[in-house]
């Protein structure tokens, strides 16, 4: 495979290789049906064949997306415990419309036509879950794709659906035991290796993935269990360039504000995270009236990393000037000279400790021609983390030349040496060493009632009514302090591992950092830094009560079959938060604070399927849909003082307790072909009418409340996020999935899923991050593509997958679910899975996969592509093993 010039791959995916794979299945279907009836005759029902693999996880999908009463995207699993990806955010970035974050090498956080993870929920079963990180977004990875049996994007709403989201709604189900007819017994076994090797002393670059599930029934098929285990153990290797920002400088040139780089950064991460799933379903049958199912999942997550290389403050360092080089037409120094610079060498530990458990227990009952559903369910998620920083530099400062030229990653001379311990020593410009240690929490319990009345009318078969009550509580506890060495900060022969290789800057000093800190640090113990580091703490909870009704159409529009449904929800909100407000210098005290908001939401919805002759579709959605505040935004806190400390303006940041959801009208319509279950091409469109969203603002306040003595003014600036009005986002997609065997036999096992999406907006948001600016929405990629070519034949089979999305605003995480904004260049991921089943050993079938095949680094930048952010390399992650099926 080769790899093009800048890291990108050679193998590219583009607008009109898509387009031309849609729309030549579409022409191919349509001249297939035009040819049959000039012959006169009707098209054959197409025979039920067994088919297993690949092939079934496509058109068991189809199969749901083309009897779904609303818009939707499927994923199915190719056999039990056996999704087509390693990742269940993977399979989803696959999907028409949708696209991945990467997260440490991996997809994690999902975009539904073109908006942030947030805008979208995720449920389990049917229930809406709990998220690790401090807002609404669920981290995918923390879900087995091998506990995983389907799962179903909705993009448009349902009165029915509860807890659905803006954008869309992800609902992941496990099996359900009485599905199946027999006893099924999978174990999956799987070694991996990352192809970077060993970037640190002591690190990993091999892991493994294990899982085992087991479905049964009993008691003359009345009682049905399934239990499942998934174990991974993965490296975590990754090398990263970071030029953190792009600041303006009046100093450097006479007369003139040039952008100058605020720090820079080089680390090699390293370690491994273990994460084990455990999920059980129960089913219950005894009457053909009644069945009750309880289904639970549990997993358990663990991240052990350590982060070696060096920073180097510029901007923020008082000491620091700059000689200019290079200053390009947009006012940019791309090269010069940083004066008097002062590099920290820092080799960090980082562990993570999340637990995620959902159960639910959903009952039904079958009276005549009434359906009664009583469901009781709980999420919790548990967040834990400890960052230990120690710091080490040289006794005089030093010089340090920059040249950007060759794009990301500059040339830099650096003047120094950092891998001597004996010109090193503990402390520099961050202090001798420091812990954060936040922990998050969330518990969301929900009780739904539900019944439907099925009924004959020329219109309507059933009429559905019911009230879900749900309460979510999410708390924030940020434990934090520095720590002093003992005697001279010396590092011990003994402690040392050797020199740490970074990206443009010179090798660094790698220690054993426990040895470190038992050698030179005393005990210290993390707590909540008051006042100062107070306002990290907060607690949110969230009451929402939904009732809803639902009329069910079955109906013909001109002879021909007219299905779907009409309904409303209606939804009040009560949100509260508990935090503290700082008054900074000079007062540096506390003041507790307890606000929120109540407000009702009205949300009708129509979805329209109308089925046309040769198996033609066309699909009409409407609806009125919401997405709450981010907690991490809802949250109280406040930061408020003075701009000369004693005297000035006032100045305030924060969250804000009082914002309302994003709000939308939302239009859909999509025509689809299908072949049988074998294939399907569509063509959709969509249009949502932002009525509100949400953005971080700083405008004028009044800050008498707060009695800032000193103050020159009451009035002053208030940064927190807002609430803003009006906007549009629109989309067109397109998608095929055809095997090849429907043109030619010669082409029999090959096929082809491809879809591209196109989305624009006109909304752009005030974001301080990147200088007075505006930027689109996050997560919007104006262009997302997915191609997948397939064989499977004779036992064998091949798979190469790509995707691809547009530069777009990412949210990327930090210390304790924080994120920051960053423009993300594209992105373009391949994937390959080539696999065998032996027919000599039933059931027995090996399966070698490699993500990111092309090695590609993910790139950002700071505002405009001459300001660059970041780079970070994670390897091929390459897996080999074999599948067992009794």
């Given at each position: 495979?080769?790899?093009?010039?800048?890291?990108?791959?050679?193998?590219?995916?583009?607008?009109?290789?898509?387009?031309?794979?849609?729309?030549?299945?579409?022409?191919?279907?349509?001249?297939?049906?035009?040819?049959?009836?000039?012959?006169?005759?009707?098209?054959?029902?197409?025979?039920?064949?067994?088919?297993?693999?690949?092939?079934?996880?496509?058109?068991?999908?189809?199969?749901?997306?083309?009897?779904?009463?609303?818009?939707?995207?499927?994923?199915?699993?190719?056999?039990?415990?056996?999704?087509?990806?390693?990742?269940?955010?993977?399979?989803?970035?696959?999907?028409?419309?949708?696209?991945?974050?990467?997260?440490?090498?991996?997809?994690?956080?999902?975009?539904?036509?073109?908006?942030?993870?947030?805008?979208?929920?995720?449920?389990?079963?049917?229930?809406?879950?709990?998220?690790?990180?401090?807002?609404?977004?669920?981290?995918?990875?923390?879900?087995?794709?091998?506990?995983?049996?389907?799962?179903?994007?909705?993009?448009?709403?349902?009165?029915?659906?509860?807890?659905?989201?803006?954008?869309?709604?992800?609902?992941?189900?496990?099996?359900?035991?009485?599905?199946?007819?027999?006893?099924?017994?999978?174990?999956?076994?799987?070694?991996?290796?990352?192809?970077?090797?060993?970037?640190?002393?002591?690190?990993?670059?091999?892991?493994?993935?294990?899982?085992?599930?087991?479905?049964?029934?009993?008691?003359?098929?009345?009682?049905?269990?399934?239990?499942?285990?998934?174990?991974?153990?993965?490296?975590?290797?990754?090398?990263?360039?970071?030029?953190?920002?792009?600041?303006?400088?009046?100093?450097?040139?006479?007369?003139?504000?040039?952008?100058?780089?605020?720090?820079?950064?080089?680390?090699?991460?390293?370690?491994?995270?273990?994460?084990?799933?455990?999920?059980?379903?129960?089913?219950?049958?005894?009457?053909?009236?009644?069945?009750?199912?309880?289904?639970?999942?549990?997993?358990?997550?663990?991240?052990?990393?350590?982060?070696?290389?060096?920073?180097?403050?510029?901007?923020?360092?008082?000491?620091?000037?700059?000689?200019?080089?290079?200053?390009?037409?947009?006012?940019?120094?791309?090269?010069?000279?940083?004066?008097?610079?002062?590099?920290?060498?820092?080799?960090?530990?980082?562990?993570?400790?999340?637990?995620?458990?959902?159960?639910?227990?959903?009952?039904?009952?079958?009276?005549?021609?009434?359906?009664?559903?009583?469901?009781?369910?709980?999420?919790?998620?548990?967040?834990?983390?400890?960052?230990?920083?120690?710091?080490?530099?040289?006794?005089?400062?030093?010089?340090?030349?920059?040249?950007?030229?060759?794009?990301?990653?500059?040339?830099?001379?650096?003047?120094?040496?950092?891998?001597?311990?004996?010109?090193?020593?503990?402390?520099?410009?961050y202090g001798d060493g420091y812990v954060n240690a936040p922990h998050l929490k969330d518990k969301l319990n929900s009780f739904r009632l539900s019944a439907e009345y099925r009924f004959d009318s020329k219109l309507f078969n059933s009429v559905e009514f019911g009230v879900n009550a749900s309460k979510r509580d999410k708390q924030k506890q940020h434990l934090e302090t520095g720590f002093t060495k003992l005697g001279t900060g010396a590092i011990a022969a003994g402690a040392v591992n050797g020199s740490q290789s970074l990206y443009a800057l010179p090798d660094t000093l790698s220690w054993d950092i426990p040895a470190v800190l038992a050698q030179n640090f005393g005990p210290y113990t993390p707590a909540v830094l008051v006042p100062w580091g107070a306002t990290k703490n907060w607690t949110i909870t969230e009451k929402v009560q939904t009732a809803y009704a639902k009329l069910n159409i079955d109906t013909e529009l001109m002879s021909m079959p007219l299905r779907g449904n009409v309904g409303i929800q209606a939804v009040h909100t009560d949100q509260s938060s508990t935090a503290k407000t700082l008054r900074a210098w000079p007062f540096a005290d506390l003041v507790p604070l307890t606000d929120g908001k109540k407000y009702n939401d009205y949300l009708p919805s129509i979805n329209l399927i109308w089925s046309l002759p040769e198996q033609q579709i066309i699909r009409f959605g409407a609806n009125k849909t919401l997405a709450r505040p981010r907690l991490d935004e809802l949250n109280a806190s406040r930061e408020v003082g003075l701009t000369h400390q004693s005297t000035g303006t006032p100045y305030g940041n924060g969250g804000n307790a009082q914002l309302d959801p994003w709000r939308a009208n939302a239009v859909d319509l999509s025509w689809e072909k299908y072949f049988g279950n074998k294939g399907y091409v569509q063509v959709a469109g969509f249009y949502k009418d932002l009525k509100s969203y949400i953005y971080t603002v700083t405008e004028p306040r009044d800050f008498s409340e707060y009695q800032l003595q000193g103050a020159t003014s009451n009035i002053g600036t208030m940064t927190q996020p807002k609430n803003g009005n009006g906007g549009k986002l629109q989309g067109l997609e397109l998608a095929a999935s055809v095997p090849l065997d429907m043109f030619t036999p010669v082409l029999s096992g090959f096929g082809i899923t491809a879809n591209a999406a196109f989305t624009t907006s006109e909304i752009s948001i005030k974001n301080q991050s990147f200088g007075d600016m505006s930027i689109p929405l996050p997560g919007l990629s104006k262009r997302v593509f997915n191609l997948t070519a397939y064989y499977e034949n004779d036992g064998f089979s091949a798979r190469v997958a790509q995707r691809y999305r547009s530069d777009y605003v990412a949210e990327i995480g930090g210390v304790g679910g924080a994120t920051e904004l960053t423009f993300t260049k594209p992105d373009r991921v391949v994937d390959l899975q080539l696999g065998y089943d032996f027919k000599q050993v039933k059931g027995l079938s090996v399966l070698f996969q490699v993500n990111n095949l092309t090695d590609t680094a993910f790139q950002t930048y700071s505002g405009s592509t001459d300001r660059p952010r970041g780079y970070t390399k994670y390897g091929r992650q390459m897996l080999f093993g074999f599948n067992y099926k009794l």
């Open positions: 495979m080769k790899i093009s010039k800048g890291g990108q791959p050679a193998f590219q995916l583009s607008p009109v290789a898509v387009g031309c794979a849609v729309f030549l299945a579409l022409a191919g279907a349509q001249a297939s049906a035009q040819t049959q009836a000039a012959d006169g005759v009707q098209a054959a029902p197409v025979s039920t064949v067994t088919v297993t693999g690949i092939r079934r996880s496509i058109e068991d999908a189809i199969a749901v997306k083309r009897d779904a009463t609303s818009i939707v995207e499927t994923i199915s699993a190719e056999d039990i415990g056996k999704l087509p990806d390693i990742s269940i955010a993977e399979s989803l970035a696959r999907l028409p419309g949708l696209s991945a974050q990467r997260v440490n090498g991996q997809a994690q956080q999902i975009s539904i036509r073109g908006t942030s993870g947030d805008l979208s929920t995720a449920l389990l079963n049917g229930r809406e879950q709990v998220s690790t990180s401090a807002n609404r977004t669920v981290e995918y990875d923390q879900y087995p794709s091998e506990l995983i049996n389907a799962v179903t994007v909705y993009k448009t709403s349902d009165a029915a659906l509860v807890g659905q989201g803006l954008s869309g709604t992800v609902n992941l189900q496990t099996i359900k035991p009485l599905s199946l007819r027999e006893r099924v017994v999978t174990l999956n076994v799987r070694g991996e290796k990352n192809s970077q090797g060993k970037l640190s002393t002591g690190s990993k670059d091999k892991g493994s993935r294990i899982s085992a599930s087991y479905v049964d029934q009993f008691l003359g098929r009345t009682l049905g269990v399934a239990v499942g285990y998934a174990r991974a153990d993965k490296p975590n290797e990754s090398k990263q360039f970071e030029t953190w920002d792009w600041v303006d400088n009046t100093s450097s040139v006479p007369g003139k504000t040039v952008k100058v780089p605020k720090g820079i950064k080089s680390l090699a991460q390293t370690g491994n995270q273990v994460r084990d799933g455990l999920m059980g379903v129960v089913e219950w049958h005894p009457i053909r009236e009644f069945t009750s199912t309880i289904d639970a999942y549990h997993s358990r997550f663990k991240l052990d990393e350590d982060r070696r290389g060096m920073e180097v403050q510029l901007t923020d360092d008082g000491n620091v000037s700059f000689t200019p080089g290079t200053i390009n037409g947009n006012g940019v120094m791309t090269a010069g000279t940083a004066n008097n610079v002062n590099p920290v060498v820092r080799n960090n530990h980082y562990r993570q400790n999340d637990t995620l458990t959902a159960y639910g227990w959903n009952n039904k009952y079958i009276a005549g021609d009434w359906t009664f559903v009583a469901d009781l369910s709980h999420s919790q998620a548990d967040h834990k983390e400890e960052l230990d920083e120690i710091n080490t530099g040289l006794a005089a400062r030093q010089t340090m030349t920059f040249d950007y030229a060759n794009g990301t990653i500059p040339n830099i001379g650096l003047t120094g040496v950092y891998d001597n311990p004996a010109l090193l020593a503990i402390g520099g410009q």
